[in-house]
Nanobody, 117 residues
Framework: QVQLVESGGGLVQAGGSLRLSCAAS????????MGWYRQAPGKQRELVARITRGGSTNYANSVRGRFTINRDNAKNTVYLQMNSLKPEDTAVYYCFAARMGMAPDSWGQGTQVTVSS
């Protein structure tokens, strides 16, 4: 099973930026899609952003225009650049990979993002 190792979470003030990284143990082209979900306390896990093997991207309405997902094929790493962060972005962010379709079948350990007002 693929291993996904995340990094880059932390504490930031509202309006600030963070970049999350997700390093995969195999080629990113092994997966049909990779991306990020997040889960805030008391809420369901929700899709934040996704990038497909072909390079197509999707974003949650709440982050579109502020977050950008991209990947470095040589490093087998997917990134989530988060700008103009808001307190409501506070959550644990989970990297995922989907070998077929869009449903995740591998998850990272999660990284905490906290945005203070």
């Amino acid at each position: 099973q693929v291993q996904l190792v995340e990094s880059g979470g932390g504490l930031v003030q509202a309006g600030g930026s963070l970049r999350l990284s997700c390093a995969a143990s195999g080629s990113v082209f092994s997966f049909n899609a990779m991306g990020w979900y997040r889960q805030a306390p008391g809420k369901q896990r929700e899709l934040v952003a996704r990038i497909t093997r072909g390079g197509s991207t999707n974003y949650a309405n709440s982050v579109r225009g502020r977050f950008t997902i991209n990947r470095d094929n040589a490093k087998n790493t997917v990134y989530l650049q988060m700008n103009s962060l808001k307190p409501e972005d506070t959550a644990v962010y989970y990297c995922f990979a989907a070998r077929m379709g869009m449903a995740p079948d591998s998850w990272g350990q999660g990284t905490q993002v906290t945005v203070s007002s």
